[in-house]
C-alpha cells in the first residue's frame, strides 16, 4: 500500500512520549533477552508532532528493533527526541556493528542490506527501512542515517514537523 500510495494518514497531534513508550514496549523482551539496555531522553521542550499516531509509532519500533538486533549482549541503545528549530529529531542510536560508509547512501534502498559477517547474519527483506524513509517523508519530514563504520554503532534521525 505504501509503494502504491493507497496508503491514508489518519494524521492528528502525536505526543510523542506515549509514542515512544509504546515502540519500547514492543521491543523490550527482545532487548532483555540479549542484555541490550534501552534508554529514552525526551527535551521537555520537544512538544507533540503533527503525524498518523500509529505510523510514526511503526517508525520508531522499526528502528529499535533494528537497533536491538544489530546490537550485541551488553549494548545500548537510546532514544533521543529533541526540537530542533520549527521541526522534531527523533534519534534511535545503538553500540552496535555498525555501517559501512560505502553502504550508507544505499541503507534506505528496498530490498537492500549490508553484507553481515556468516556469525553475525541476520535475515530480513530489506523494506523496513525504506518504509521508514517513505512514512517520514508522507508526515512532511525526513529519516537520515550516521555510523562511524563497522564496529561502531549507529544513528537513525527521523525529521518530523511540530504541531503548527
Known amino acids: 500500500?505504501?509503494?502504491?500510495g493507497?496508503?491514508?494518514l489518519d494524521v492528528q497531534r502525536v505526543e510523542l512520549e506515549k509514542t515512544i513508550a509504546a515502540a519500547v514496549e514492543v521491543v523490550h523482551l527482545a532487548a532483555e533477552a540479549k542484555g541490550v539496555r534501552i534508554e529514552v531522553v525526551i527535551d521537555p521542550l520537544a512538544g507533540p508532532v503533527s503525524g498518523d499516531p500509529s505510523r510514526v509509532q511503526q517508525m520508531i519500533w522499526n528502528l529499535?528493533?533494528?537497533a536491538v538486533k544489530f546490537t550485541p549482549r551488553g549494548g545500548k541503545v537510546q532514544v533521543t527526541v529533541e526540537r530542533v528549530n520549527s521541526h522534531i529529531e527523533i534519534s534511535v542510536s545503538d553500540t552496535g556493528q555498525g555501517i559501512d560508509p560505502a553502504f550508507l547512501p544505499y541503507a534506505f534502498d528496498r530490498f537492500t542490506q549490508a553484507e553481515q559477517p556468516r556469525r553475525d547474519?541476520?535475515?530480513?527483506?530489506?523494506?523496513?527501512?525504506?518504509?521508514?524513509?517513505?512514512?517520514?517523508?508522507?508526515?512532511?519530514?525526513?529519516?537520515r542515517v550516521k555510523s562511524g563504520g563497522p564496529g561502531k554503532g549507529s544513528t537513525f534521525t527521523i525529521t518530523l514537523p511540530l504541531v503548527q
Open 121 to 143: 547474519h541476520h535475515h530480513g527483506l530489506g523494506l523496513g527501512l525504506a518504509i521508514v524513509k517513505h512514512l517520514a517523508e508522507m508526515h512532511g519530514g525526513s529519516v
Open 6 to 8: 493507497k496508503m491514508r
Open 1 to 4: 500500500r505504501i509503494i502504491s
Open 64 to 66: 529499535l528493533s533494528n
